[in-house]
């Protein structure tokens, strides 16, 4: 195990990727930010956070999207379906789709098929936290990458959430 990111530097990490949200959409009028299901949302949930500290309007729009049944790559076994909540219109509207792990690409490429049953944005950037490069199967990358890593295809990125794992720090396991 290679430990990426500790906790503090995840903090740090967290807050310059909502001022580089902000640097790019003032004030987010026309913009609306969507966690990924399942382990996104944990990242999303921070960054959403630090978003509305810097914004005392508090005018953020945030929604959960679940692509379980978009999904490509998982055919066999029974598939338990996430919560989507997405309370507001996407259409003409810029969506940021945020994501803990940007690996192959599949899962962004499953969640702009589900986003389209939401409407027709009018521009769509997706924002990670770890950016796997090298290991693309789709023609996506990111807008917003929180940390670029190499590794192979044997090695697996672990996100760690206070909420779901008890700590919070990323590594690489063998």
Not at 43 to 55: A, G, N, P, Y
Not at 123 to 144: A, N, T
Request: a neutral charge.
């Amino acid at each position: 195990m290679k430990l990426i990111l500790t906790e503090p530097q995840l903090a740090i990490t967290i807050k310059r990727l909502a001022h580089q949200v902000l640097e790019n959409n003032i004030n987010l009028d026309n913009t609306v930010l969507i966690g990924l299901q399942p382990r996104g949302i944990f990242f999303s949930d921070q960054l959403v956070t630090e978003i509305k500290k810097e914004l005392p309007s508090g005018n953020v729009h945030y929604g959960k999207l679940d692509i379980t049944f978009y999904r490509d790559d998982i055919r066999k076994g029974l598939h338990v379906a996430n919560h989507t909540n997405i309370p507001f219109s996407i259409e003409g509207k810029k969506v940021i789709l945020i994501d803990d792990v940007l690996y192959t690409g599949r899962t962004i490429r499953a969640a702009l098929d589900a986003l389209l049953d939401f409407g027709r944005p009018e521009k769509v950037e997706l924002c990670v936290l770890i950016d796997r490069r090298y290991s693309r199967q789709f023609p996506i990358q990111p807008d917003y990458t929180g940390k670029t890593i190499d590794s192979i295809i044997s090695q697996k990125v672990r996100v760690y959430w206070k909420e779901k794992d008890g700590k919070e720090e990323v590594t690489i396991l063998d």
